[in-house]
């Protein structure tokens, strides 16, 4: 898959245009979306096979295409019933017949993101998104999106050769997010959306209670107004703006990595507050995962994009520059972890850490993600001689090893496809997947933190209508995506952006 701009789309750079572009009471599109990835597409073609004419405006040049969505790994979570309830929409593969797909269902999808956002999910749009998530993908393949089984990322081979998926996350997009947003933009051109790169959108126009349309900042400072029935808000969050970050999520999250497009800097939440939306969601915390700490252009990487994480780690320990563990690596499958661990590691001396494996765990790590060019990477023959190169103290390393290994409960089977219960029982204590590092060579990964989106947005109803204080729809203005709050909190089950993106952009879509 390249990574440059689009290969199909509508045009790009506008030529300068007229304070607005046309006779007073004159439209410029039914639909303005803005925004640029996996949600604001997905409502511009919700709109779009409505007969809709749709303007989508993205502030990103075109060579930088895609959204937050563009740096993801695709992964999209839905409920289902096994692989023969996949297999309508996924791409076939010889695999197939020598894998199992759990299960997993809409009540297991709605406990999951009650059980790692703490109860603080909204119910109502944790129902829609558990129950329409699947057939929505359906939609998407059917205009021409494709979804596969993730086996290098949510399944391990079996002795036998045959696959055993875990996490409940199974399905993602063919190609991960480049795949994704490259279809999406082909899609957008085939039903005669246009898309407009470089557009600055600053604020939202208002007359008699009602968003009719957009200002946009042209090169010169001047500004432009563009007309529409409904505007559609899929911008993304806050996380590329650290004053905001800093602001809302605490001290030190200025430091943090942004592993995603520089773009999304709030601007269309400021604006859409400013008429008088609510706040929804968790603002003082946000996806944030293990990220590599020293390998350079660690940040916005179109050509590494997903593989500049580190989601391993179950599988070994992670201690900070001191040589302690600080968290239960074992707690749960990554897939419920990695979103909260970034958090953690932020919190540590230097914001720094690493993850440590032994000889027999490291090729079991995944590919992707630790073979990758100029990866941050150290190993030695002795746990002694890996700590002088990370620069730990080696008496510590050696000692939260051994403490480590001598906790381990070795009557119970070491098994990474379930959670295995293989406790390791010191400080803290890691509840599965414990295995004793013995053998050298040591590897180890230094890793900080990379932030991903954050959770605070703007208040909605189910079907994406911005609220206002009063509880009273805006009307003319809906929100998806990132956008959205209400949804996640702390943390959040890996897949369930993506998917909340094409369910609640659909939604707003549909209604504009």
Not at 148 to 160: C, G, N, P, S
Not at 183 to 195: F, I, K, N, P, S
Not at 420 to 436: E, M
Not at 494 to 503: E, P
Request: net charge negative.
């Amino acid at each position: 898959m390249t990574t440059d701009a689009p290969r199909t789309a509508a045009p790009t750079d506008r030529p300068e245009h007229p304070e607005h572009s046309g006779d007073a009471g004159e439209l410029d599109a039914d639909v303005i979306v803005v925004g640029g990835g996996n949600a604001a597409f997905t409502a511009a073609h919700a709109a779009a096979v409505r007969g809709r004419k749709v303007l989508l405006l993205e502030k990103a040049p075109p060579e930088a295409f895609g959204g937050n969505s563009y740096y993801t790994a695709g992964a999209t979570r839905i409920a289902h019933h096994g692989l023969e309830d996949l297999k309508d929409f996924i791409e076939p593969d010889e695999r197939h017949d020598l894998s199992e797909v759990p299960p997993y269902t809409a009540d297991d999808y709605a406990a999951d993101l009650a059980r790692v956002t703490d109860g603080r999910n909204d119910p109502e749009l944790t129902e829609v998104l558990v129950h329409e998530a699947a057939p929505n993908l359906r939609w998407l393949q059917s205009l021409g999106l494709k979804y596969r089984l993730m086996y290098e990322r949510q399944a391990y081979e079996r002795e036998d050769g045959s696959y055993l998926f875990w996490g409940g996350l199974h399905v993602g997009n063919v190609g991960g997010g480049e795949g994704l947003m490259h279809d999406h933009v082909r899609v957008a051109a085939e039903l005669g959306t246009e898309v407009r790169y470089g557009q600055d959108v600053t604020g939202l126009l208002v007359e008699d209670g009602q968003v009719t349309g957009v200002t946009i900042r042209r090169a010169d400072g001047s500004l432009e107004e563009l007309r529409a029935e409904s505007v559609v808000l899929g911008a993304g969050g806050f996380e590329s703006n650290a004053e905001w970050r800093r602001e809302h999520l605490g001290e030190g999250w200025e430091n943090a990595k942004v592993r995603g497009t520089p773009f999304n800097q709030g601007e269309m939440i400021a604006a859409a507050l400013q008429i008088g939306a609510q706040k929804a969601g968790h603002w003082s915390t946000c996806h944030s995962t293990q990220w590599d700490a020293f390998t350079p252009n660690n940040e916005s990487n179109r050509e590494l994009t997903n593989r500049l994480t580190r989601q391993s780690y179950p599988l070994g320990i992670i201690v900070n520059t001191e040589g302690r563990r600080f968290v239960d690596e074992g707690e749960d499958f990554r897939n419920y972890t990695y979103a909260k661990f970034g958090r953690e590691i932020l919190r540590q001396p230097g914001s720094v850490a690493y993850q440590i494996f032994d000889a027999s765990l490291r090729p079991m790590l995944r590919a992707e993600e630790y073979e990758m060019p100029g990866i941050t990477e150290a190993s030695a023959d002795s746990l002694p001689e890996l700590a002088e190169k990370i620069g730990v103290d080696p008496r510590a390393l050696v000692e939260t090893v051994r403490d480590y290994n001598d906790s381990i409960d070795l009557s119970i089977t070491w098994d990474p496809t379930i959670k295995d219960g293989r406790r390791a029982n010191t400080t803290p204590v890691k509840s599965n997947w414990a295995t004793p590092l013995t053998d050298g060579p040591f590897y180890a990964y230094a890793v900080t933190c990379g932030i991903t989106f954050t959770f605070g947005g703007l208040k909605s109803d189910t079907h994406g209508r911005v609220l206002d204080a009063s509880g009273e729809h805006i009307r003319g203005l809906y929100v998806c995506g990132e956008m959205l709050g209400g949804l996640f909190a702390g943390n959040y089950p890996g897949g369930s952006g993506l998917a909340a993106g094409v369910v609640f952009g659909r939604r707003a879509g549909t209604l504009a």
